[in-house]
């Protein structure tokens, strides 16, 4: 057993897990419940009030915070300390959205003003192209932007610009391309004037794959269209540490937005890998998302555990994934502009905590990260809801909603909560055989049929969830809600004592597939691999000779 597994506050989880209480009879036992189990924080209203704890699991749960050292962690993370050690580097993206007075020191320099000066850069940018004074380079102002990155730099400023939908600018397009398949890039170019067409490019090493593959697609489509080499400048701008290789592909040196070893690029929207945000709500907007997220990690900070958002949140999936067996957790809004956010949170939580490995290197003895998935509730409710409430697998819930909608529509809203507060309830009260078989006496049907089919309608109910609120779905809201789930992850990574910041996890099957591409291309059979690899490369050769 591992020092975790072994610890005091574990094995009281163990047996106390096993002991709570069908969540029906806490409510039915407890009027005041939800007043224990809920509070806000940074704009947002958690009720975790529909989960399987009690006052001694609560309790218990917080322990064990505690003991693996959460608080220290933490410390240490905002601190600008080394704490992601097997890459050797701090862990600051917490320093892009902090006050611009603040002092947080990498290797004992503040790293803050560093990061005002690239918001001030992107403020200048952002204007320039909003306002109509950036042009291209036959004069003509630009009208549609496409993000080109993968990953961290793709999905992130995808998402929350979907998110914030009611604060674009009607004067621009953005466009988002990240899948190496030619298909994709080529989609978004036919739609495309190259005269008014700018390219951002994000790529720390200006070297990605994916990235730089459609960057010279896109660079290759630009030029044929009639512009030159020097024409590059006016239409193309990069995200990236490697300016040397930027300017060389005809991007002003101007034009070049760092990238700094401390921020993952899962963490990264907050940076000038956020430029695609900025430009579709503005620089204000987008402070505001910063600001919103700063004051998530002040509460993060300096919450006290049992009152702290991220904490509850990380320490509940810690209790499931732990002690419950359960391998997945779903993420359902209630919000069309955050359909997005499960594969952002999947991305963040999946690439973070997808560890076999302490950080001293031990094997671990308990599960690390579970499969994160999801969709629009909604659409949910007439698919995978099924398996939520009759499926034999534990799976918790988050619900994600705000209180008013940007699009109020006849009972729209009124529905769309409705269906939202009915499935926390439904998951977590079921019904019983004596209740189905009570909504079937009325019908035609024989004792013995309905006994039958009332067995059919069970649900045993007592399956977690928790509900996020918001008043509005805002810059300040959104950024505050990613940043809490960016901190539950962080929490979670404490606990199993992981490193939550590498991911060595995404590059074998990149080394790998770089030595695959040069195989495709060879001259002869491929016969150096394994059969199945062999056979697939020739495969692949024959059908593209």
């Known amino acids: 057993m591992t020092k975790l597994t072994e610890s005091q506050s574990w094995q009281a989880l163990s047996q106390l897990s096993q002991q709570v209480a069908h969540m029906r009879s ?17 704009g947002l209203m958690l009720d975790y009030s529909k989960n399987r704890i009690d006052a001694e699991t609560l309790k218990a749960l917080l322990a064990l915070a505690e003991e693996a050292g959460l608080q220290q962690k933490k410390a240490a993370m905002f601190n600008g300390e080394i704490i992601n050690t097997t ?76 998110a914030l939908r009611p604060y674009w600018t009607e004067a621009l397009k953005c466009h988002f391309v990240a899948n190496v398949d030619g298909t994709a890039i080529c989609e978004k170019l036919k739609k495309l004037d190259h005269e008014t067409t700018l390219f951002i490019m994000s790529s720390k090493s200006f070297g990605t794959q994916e990235t730089l593959t459609n960057t010279l697609t896109a ?26 290789k930027a300017t060389e592909f005809g991007i002003d040196a101007g034009n070049i937005f760092p990238m700094w070893d401390w921020v993952g690029g899962r963490y990264s929207l907050w940076s000038a890998i956020g430029l695609p945000i900025a430009v579709l709500i503005g620089m204000d907007n987008f402070r505001a998302m910063l600001s919103g997220a700063r004051e998530m990690d002040e509460h993060f900070l300096e919450a006290p555990l049992a009152t702290n958002m991220p904490v509850i949140m990380g320490m509940l999936s810690v209790l499931y994934g732990n002690f419950h067996d359960a391998q997945s957790h779903v993420v359902l809004t209630y919000d069309h502009y955050l359909r997005g ?55 918790p819930a988050d619900f994600i909603m705000p209180l008013q909608s940007h699009n109020p529509v006849g009972e729209h809203h009124a529905q769309l909560a409705s269906n939202c507060f009915g499935q926390t309830q439904a998951l977590m009260q079921g019904r019983t055989f004596e209740e189905s078989l009570a909504e079937l006496s009325s019908s035609s049907l024989s004792q013995q ?34 940043a809490l789930y960016e901190h539950r992850t962080f929490v979670q990574g404490a606990i199993w004592d992981i490193n939550s910041f590498d991911q060595w996890g995404v590059e074998l099957g990149k080394t790998l597939g770089n030595d695959v591409l040069a195989r495709l291309g060879a001259d002869t059979d491929a016969t150096e691999l394994d059969a199945s690899s062999n056979a697939l490369i020739n495969m692949f050769r024959k059908g593209n000779i």
Request: net charge negative; proline share 3%.
């Open 26 to 42: 806490l409510f039915a036992n407890d009027p005041q419940r939800f007043e224990t189990y809920s509070f806000k924080a940074a």
């Open 87 to 162: 890459e050797g580097r701090a862990v600051l993206h917490t320093a892009l959205r902090a006050a611009a007075d603040a002092d947080v020191k990498v290797d004992g320099v503040n790293v803050v003003p560093e990061v005002q000066q690239t918001l001030n850069k992107m403020e200048q940018f952002v204007a320039s192209v909003r306002d109509g004074e950036w042009k291209g380079y036959t004069g003509k102002t630009i009208t549609d932007v496409v993000s080109i990155g993968i990953g961290g730099s793709f999905l992130g400023p995808k998402i929350a610009s979907e």
């Open 219 to 244: 660079k290759d489509w630009f030029l044929a269209a009639g512009a030159s080499q020097a024409d590059v400048a006016k239409h193309f701008v990069a995200v990236t540490s490697n300016v040397a």
């Open 341 to 395: 956010l499960p594969a952002y949170f999947q991305q963040l939580d999946m690439e973070s905590n997808g560890k076999h490995v302490t950080l001293c290197g031990e094997q671990v003895d308990h599960s690390t990260g579970p499969v994160i998935w999801g969709g629009e509730g909604t659409n949910g409710q007439h698919a995978y809801h099924q398996l939520l409430h009759q499926g034999t697998a534990l799976i």
């Open 449 to 482: 049929e309905r006994e039958l089919i009332a067995k059919h309608k069970v649900m045993t109910g007592n399956k977690p969830s928790n509900t996020i609120l918001m008043d509005k779905l805002t810059p300040e809201t959104l950024g505050a809600l990613i």
